[in-house]
C-alpha cells in the first residue's frame, strides 16, 4: 500500500539554524499538510497545500515557516531560525482530494533543538 | 475554536474485551475521523463518518456520531493486545481540510 515518506526520521539542531524536513506524499494525492506534536500536548495543524499553493494555515505558522514542493514528488517544511520551542514531532499528510477524504500520515520527523 | 476532547484518556482492559472511548468536540463538522498511533509511529486512519452519518462500521471497529450532542465513540470489540496504541479523534470543519486533533485516549490491552 502506498505510504507518505519524511526524512529524516531525526533531526538535531542547534537554536537559531534553519532546518528543512522533507516529505514525499503519496504520488497520486492532491492536497498535502503538515502538523506538529509537542510531547505530550495534542496534534497541531500547521498548513495545507493545494496546487502549488497555501490553502490554509494555522497561527502557528508564522514567518520563520515555509513549504515548497520543489518538484513533482518532494513537499518541504523549512524554519528559518529555529527556536526552544519548535522541538516536536512533525507530521507529513497528504490527501486524494479536499472534501469527505481521509489523510494519510507519515511516521514523523522528531525536531530537537538545542 | 473546535476541539476535539477524549474520555477516558486513558483506558486498560484484558484482551477479549470492548474498548469504548467517546469524543466531543464543539463547532460544525463537515466529518469526524479516528486515527490510531503506536509509539514512535505516525497517525493511522480508521474510519470517518460524515456530518449526516450515525453509525459506521470497519471491522471490529464501531463509530456513532451524536451531532446534535456534538459527541462521537468508537468502540472496539473482542480487543487484541495489538491494539496497545493512542485513539485520536479529529474534526474536519466546515472550512476546508484542516483536522482538530484531541488529546487522545492511550488504551492498554493486556494479553
Known amino acids: 500500500e502506498p505510504e507518505v515518506t519524511q526524512t529524516p526520521s531525526h533531526q538535531v539542531t542547534q537554536m537559531g539554524q534553519e532546518v528543512i524536513l522533507r516529505c514525499v506524499p503519496i504520488s497520486n494525492h492532491l492536497y498535502f499538510y503538515w502538523y506538529r506534536q509537542i510531547l505530550g500536548q495534542k496534534v497541531e495543524f500547521l498548513v495545507s497545500f493545494y496546487n502549488n499553493e497555501i490553502s490554509e494555515k494555522s497561527e502557528i505558522f508564522d514567518d520563520q515557516f515555509s513549504v515548497e514542493r520543489p518538484d513533482g514528488s518532494n513537499f518541504t517544511l523549512k524554519i528559518r531560525s529555529t527556536k526552544l520551542e519548535d522541538s516536536a514531532m512533525y507530521f507529513c499528510?497528504?490527501?486524494?482530494?479536499?472534501?469527505?477524504?481521509?489523510?494519510?500520515f507519515g511516521d514523523g520527523t522528531r525536531l530537537s533543538i538545542l | 475554536s473546535q476541539q476535539g476532547e477524549e474520555d477516558p484518556q486513558a483506558l486498560s482492559i484484558q484482551e477479549g474485551e470492548n474498548a469504548t472511548m467517546n469524543c466531543s468536540y464543539k463547532t460544525s463538522i463537515n466529518n469526524l475521523q479516528w486515527y490510531r498511533q503506536n509509539s514512535g509511529r505516525g497517525l493511522v486512519h480508521l474510519i470517518l463518518i460524515r456530518s449526516n452519518e450515525r453509525e459506521k462500521h470497519s471491522g471490529r471497529l464501531r463509530v456513532t456520531l451524536d451531532t446534535s450532542k456534538k459527541s462521537s465513540s468508537l468502540l472496539i470489540t473482542a480487543s487484541r493486545a495489538a491494539d496497545t496504541a493512542s485513539y485520536f479523534c479529529?474534526?474536519?470543519?466546515?472550512?476546508?481540510?484542516?483536522?482538530?486533533f484531541g488529546g487522545g485516549t492511550r488504551v492498554l490491552v493486556k494479553p
Open positions: 479529529a474534526t474536519d470543519g466546515a472550512a476546508g481540510n484542516k483536522l482538530t
Open positions: 499528510a497528504s490527501s486524494p482530494d479536499r472534501g469527505d477524504q481521509p489523510q494519510h
